[in-house]
T-cell receptor, first 115, second 113 residues
Framework: AQSVTQLGSHVSVSEGALVLLRCNYSSSVPPYLFWYVQYPNQGLQLLLKYTTGATLVKGINGFEAEFKKSETSFHLTKPSAHMSDAAEYFCAVSEREAAGNKLTFGGGTRVLVKP | NAGVTQTPKFQVLKTGQSMTLQCAQDMNHNSMYWYRQDPGMGLRLIYYSASEGTTDKGEVPNGYNVSRLNKREFSLRLESAAPSQTSVYFC????????????FGEGSRLTVL
């Protein structure tokens, strides 16, 4: 079964600083990879995804992530944090031939942005 | 522009009571899912329905049942609620493509006393 590990359940960054959220997956075949964001009292919304092709993927709100097969990683970055980036972020994977197209989620990383 | 709609948004139950969470999507998606969210554990899949007429267990199905009423609706039932089922429940849907994203409802916060 797939598993997803997000290193650090909480991350605190200063406004304007780099945001780096780590995600590693376990799979012998590279899966499809996703990052979702959850703002307080809301559902999850897609930030970006990797399916095939270019390994550096750009998403909404200035976020990007790089798929590294050799490291089984899909870390999320943003060069300059804004106060509005305070939220919880989830990495998720989907097997390429999974029955039911299920997504497996990591434990989440809550981002706090300090002024 | 509703997307995925869940009801109720909040519910308090006593141990042993039953209830049903309702979910409907208007995007003509084939697959629908129920997840629960608990602090530090991310989202865990309870049940899913890959297409109308089929349902399958996910990672944490014990204590739950589901019904795929039609293509639009997928309900989650707790027959005898337990405090361990206190959680936030999310319904989601997805189209045919395996590369497609999940679309989520806003969640249902359930407390079992």
């Amino acid at each position: 079964a797939q598993s997803v590990t997000q290193l650090g359940s909480h991350v605190s960054v200063s406004e304007g600083a780099l945001v780096l959220l780590r995600c590693n997956y376990s799979s012998s075949v590279p899966p499809y990879l996703f990052w979702y964001v959850q703002y307080p009292n809301q559902g999850l919304q897609l930030l970006l995804k990797y399916t095939t092709g270019a390994t550096l993927v750009k998403g909404i709100n200035g976020f990007e992530a790089e798929f590294k097969k050799s490291e089984t990683s899909f870390h999320l970055t943003k060069p300059s944090a804004h106060m509005s980036d305070a939220a919880e972020y989830f990495c998720a994977v989907s097997e390429r031939e999974a029955a039911g197209n299920k997504l497996t989620f990591g434990g989440g990383t809550r981002v706090l942005v300090k002024p | 522009n509703a997307g995925v709609t869940q009801t109720p948004k909040f519910q308090v139950l006593k141990t042993g009571q039953s209830m049903t969470l309702q979910c409907a999507q208007d995007m003509n998606h084939n697959s629908m899912y129920w997840y629960r969210q608990d602090p530090g554990m991310g989202l865990r899949l309870i049940y899913y329905s890959a297409s109308e007429g089929t349902t399958d267990k996910g990672e944490v199905p014990n204590g739950y049942n589901v019904s795929r009423l039609n293509k639009r609706e997928f309900s989650l039932r707790l027959e005898s609620a337990a405090p361990s089922q206190t959680s936030v429940y999310f319904c989601a849907s997805r189209g045919l493509a395996t590369t497609g994203e999940l679309f989520f409802g806003e969640g249902s916060r359930l407390t079992v006393l």
